[in-house]
T-cell receptor
Framework: SQKIEQNSEALNIQEGKTATLTCNYT??????LQWYRQDPGRGPVFLLL?????KEKRKERLKVTFDTTLKQSLFHITASQPADSATYLC???????????FGKGTKLSVKP | NAGVTQTPKFQVLKTGQSMTLQCAQD?????MSWYRQDPGMGLRLIHY???????DQGEVPNGYNVSRSTTEDFPLRLLSAAPSQTSVYFC?????????????FGPGTRLTVT
């Protein structure tokens, strides 16, 4: 069956450390994979998009990798800050109509 | 540029009542979609549209209707509300179909059906 899994429901790290979030998928062959941030009571906000032929994408303190062999994407936040605390969602092109399928999210808490 | 707007922000319905959740975008995006978000379930696609006059079903369409008469508006209708439809509903739009471009989400409508 098709699945998209984010490694853990919650991740707690210390300020200044690098947060690494994992998104694994099975039985999909997405051409694109996206990451979103969601704060409580708000809609998701787009962060990064990576294509299947790209290994890595960076934006300021954010870095995403996409390994189509391992069927995995890693999302890194370097020099993390308490303001980075939020739920992070991965999404891939995988529905029967090619629509985005979302993971359940990982709640990141950055402690000062 | 307001982006994606949704009304109402909160709504309480009794079982069997009907209502329409409004969604509008001012970015001239062709692709619009409706999701519901439930604890432990993630975002699930209800219906989507690839342009005015064209709609299709997503993963969980039962109990919902949509129409797209203009590029800007994409209302979601609950025909006869059930407690299982208690959820947070998000409307989203993007310039391209599939996963090729970012989706812009509205602020959400929190619906409770008693």
């Amino acid at each position: 069956s098709q699945k998209i899994e984010q490694n853990s429901e919650a991740l707690n790290i210390q300020e200044g450390k690098t947060a690494t979030l994992t998104c694994n998928y099975t039985n999909y062959s997405p051409a694109y994979l996206q990451w979103y941030r969601q704060d409580p009571g708000r809609g998701p906000v787009f962060l990064l998009l990576i294509r299947e032929n790209e290994k890595e994408k960076r934006k300021e303190r954010l870095k995403v990798t996409f390994d189509t062999t391992l069927k995995q994407s890693l999302f890194h936040i370097t020099a993390s800050q308490p303001a980075d605390s939020a739920t992070y969602l991965c999404a891939l092109e995988g529905g029967s109509q090619g629509n985005l399928i979302f993971g359940k999210g990982t709640k990141l808490s950055v402690k000062p | 540029n307001a982006g994606v707007t949704q009304t109402p922000k909160f709504q309480v319905l009794k079982t069997g009542q009907s209502m329409t959740l409004q969604c509008a975008q001012d970015m001239n995006h062709e692709y619009m979609s409706w999701y519901r978000q439930d604890p432990g379930m993630g975002l699930r696609l209800i219906h989507y549209s690839v342009g005015a006059g064209i709609t299709d079903q997503g993963e969980v369409p039962n109990g919902y209707n949509v129409s797209r008469s203009t590029t800007e508006d994409f209302p979601l209708r609950l025909l006869s509300a059930a407690p299982s439809q208690t959820s947070v509903y998000f409307c989203a739009s993007s310039s391209e179909y599939r996963g090729a471009s970012e989706q812009y989400f509205g602020p959400g409508t929190r619906l409770t059906v008693t």
